[in-house]
């Protein structure tokens, strides 16, 4: 399906603001040890050990996990955080207070292409999983470049490579034709079921059910390294790095996720969360210690590209 640059918006629109109140726990965002220190992880792959930075501004920042976290890990003074959910920057406002940076982050509801700021007005712009949803990539590098000041830095994190995701794809179809057999021997009901009947009681709204019916809609990109590069170069970007990260984690994690998809949350018996969690963890460290740097970084899953405004 060929969607134009509207349609995608309103798809990330609808998406966003349906997912926002359990789009953490969805996705296992934590803002204790584990959080800082995968952002850690991830933040020193591409800016080096210790990064500092005064003024951030951070794209599609959902919830503010990587805001917050990067804030946690004294990366960035303080930092402003967009997204064109609504649903998505109220959540991060209530986390910033319960985190105790309130005073220090602020939000803004705004798409990626045109921000209401003066040029070089930050010292980092940055993102996590975000760039594969921007329908037109250049003009947004284009904004990065504009509102950095000289020597500023772009950092993207978890961006799907081409090649890791079609990979993919086989874990995910091998979890989607199992997951009958999985829900039966944990006791899980089917989610479509429960779904219905929630709709029924007055328990979910039709909107929230119409805002998930959208989200395949919402990944416009899958990238090649040197695609990915080139629109920081042709943007003027230099000291342009893109790697690669997690290739067996993905495949774990996604066969798992295609498992629980057609499940009702509240259903998986938590024995099942344990062993998805540490199980994951332990492939990301397999990942880090065997395999990365020393594959190519298209082959991974994530990509991450890390330049500089000279």
């Given at each position: 399906m060929s969607l134009s640059a509207e349609e995608i918006k309103d798809a990330n629109i609808a998406y966003h603001d349906a997912a926002a109140d359990e789009y953490d726990a969805k996705w296992g965002i934590d803002y204790g040890d584990l959080g800082r220190t995968q952002v850690a992880i991830k933040t020193r792959k591409v800016l080096g050990k210790r990064p500092k930075f005064e003024r951030g501004l951070e794209i599609g920042s959902g919830t503010g996990y990587f805001?917050?976290?990067?804030?946690?890990?004294?990366?960035?003074?303080?930092?402003?955080?967009?997204?064109?959910?609504?649903?998505?920057?109220?959540?991060?406002?209530?986390?910033?207070?319960?985190?105790?940076?309130?005073?220090?982050?602020?939000?803004?509801?705004?798409?990626?292409?045109?921000?209401?700021?003066?040029?070089?007005?930050?010292?980092?712009?940055?993102?996590?999983?975000?760039?594969?949803?921007?329908?037109d990539l250049q003009a947004s590098?284009?904004?990065?470049?504009?509102?950095?000041?000289?020597?500023?830095?772009?950092?993207?994190?978890?961006?799907?490579?081409?090649?890791?995701?079609?990979?993919?794809?086989?874990?995910?179809?091998?979890?989607?034709?199992?997951?009958?057999?999985?829900?039966?021997?944990?006791?899980?009901?089917?989610?479509?079921?429960?779904?219905?009947?929630?709709?029924?009681a007055g328990e979910r709204s039709q909107e929230y059910l119409d805002g998930h019916a959208v989200e395949h809609l919402v990944d416009v990109h899958a990238f090649r390294p040197g695609s990915l590069a080139r629109f920081a170069k042709q943007s003027g970007f230099d000291d342009v790095n893109v790697v690669g990260e997690e290739l067996s984690a993905n495949w774990f994690g996604w066969f798992n996720r295609a498992l629980e998809a057609d499940g009702v949350p509240g259903d998986i018996p938590n024995i099942w969360r344990q062993y998805a969690y540490r199980g994951y963890l332990g492939f990301q460290w397999f990942d880090r210690t065997a395999l990365e740097g020393r594959l190519p970084a298209g082959i991974f899953y994530n990509l991450m590209i890390g330049a500089r405004k000279p």
């Open positions: 805001s917050l976290n990067m804030m946690q890990n004294g990366y960035i003074d303080e930092v402003v955080c967009t997204d064109i959910s609504q649903g998505m920057l109220d959540v991060v406002e209530r986390s910033a207070d319960r985190l105790g940076y309130g005073d220090r982050v602020s939000t803004l509801h705004s798409a990626a292409e045109n921000f209401p700021y003066e040029d070089e007005s930050f010292d980092l712009i940055f993102g996590h999983a975000v760039l594969h949803h921007l329908p590098f284009d904004e990065f470049y504009r509102l950095l000041r000289p020597g500023g830095m772009v950092f993207f994190a978890g961006e799907p490579s081409e090649t890791g995701d079609r990979l993919a794809n086989y874990p995910k179809r091998a979890g989607h034709r199992l997951s009958p057999i999985w829900r039966r021997a944990l006791g899980v009901h089917q989610a479509s079921v429960r779904e219905a009947e929630a709709v029924a």
